[in-house]
């Protein structure tokens, strides 16, 4: 079953503007990562954030954790209309010795150039 | 090729008949994951090997799937009497060292299963 629920299921903007996708998961965590899916395409690692951090940054990306909420969020700077994509975020269970990620339902951004 | 690959791209495959998926993970890449993606959802999990080790199998929905990855490289997904709600988009997923602590996995493109 989905881990979590990204929010919103679908945005669209223009070019040059931010994107902010938001995540929520329920359950502890090790790490919680973010992937692009372009369509009919596999996902391509985007960024990992380890349950002990709250901020990350890379490039135009920026993402934060909360375990408190059990949320995460990324942020598209300046975006580009090859930016436009699904993305997803995934977490890893703590313990347990499962180590498969768990995937929201992902939001699906649209750059209008 | 430096990525996961995996093959066929797209099958069809008629109610009953039995298919074979296969994935070359990155070489040297100890664990490899398979997953299952429904369209307009996100993957999920349906199993993990380290090396030719399968640790975790909670994933497959049925006995009807089996996966194996003999010599640690190389695995197949195999679904036997397949039924239409097995039509999704399988996804493999390498990753350098064992467990996901750390680790990014590498997705491979897909094989898109469409059962008539």
């Known amino acids: 079953s989905q881990q979590g629920e990204e929010d919103p299921q679908a945005l669209s903007i223009q070019e040059g503007e931010n994107a902010t996708m938001n995540c929520s998961y329920k359950?502890?965590?090790?790490?919680l990562q973010w992937y692009r899916q372009n369509s009919g395409r596999g996902l391509v690692h985007l960024i990992l954030?380890?349950?002990?951090?709250r901020e990350k940054h890379s490039g135009r990306l920026r993402v934060t954790l909360d375990t408190s909420k059990k949320s995460s969020s990324l942020l598209i700077t300046a975006s580009r209309a090859a930016d436009t994509a699904s993305y997803f975020c995934a977490t890893v269970r703590t313990g347990g010795g499962a180590d498969g990620l768990t995937f929201g339902k992902g939001t699906h951004l649209i750059i209008q150039p | 090729g430096a990525g996961v690959s995996q093959s066929p791209r797209y099958k069809v495959a008629k109610r009953g008949q039995d298919v074979a998926l296969r994935c070359d993970p990155i070489?040297?890449?100890?664990?490899l994951f398979w997953y299952q993606q429904a369209l307009g959802q996100g993957p999920e999990f349906l199993t993990y090997f380290q090396n030719e080790a399968q640790l975790d199998k909670s994933g497959l929905p049925s006995d009807r799937f089996f996966a194996e990855r003999p010599e640690g490289s190389v695995s197949t997904l195999k679904i036997q009497r397949t039924q239409q709600e097995d039509s999704a988009v399988y996804l493999c997923?390498?990753?350098?060292?064992?467990?996901?602590?750390?680790?990014?996995?590498?997705f491979g493109p897909g094989t898109r299963l469409t059962v008539l």
């Open positions: 359950t502890s965590i090790n790490n």
């Open positions: 997923a390498s990753s350098p060292r064992q467990g996901s602590y750390y680790n990014e996995q590498f």
């Open positions: 070489s040297g890449h100890v664990s």
């Open positions: 954030i380890r349950s002990n951090e």
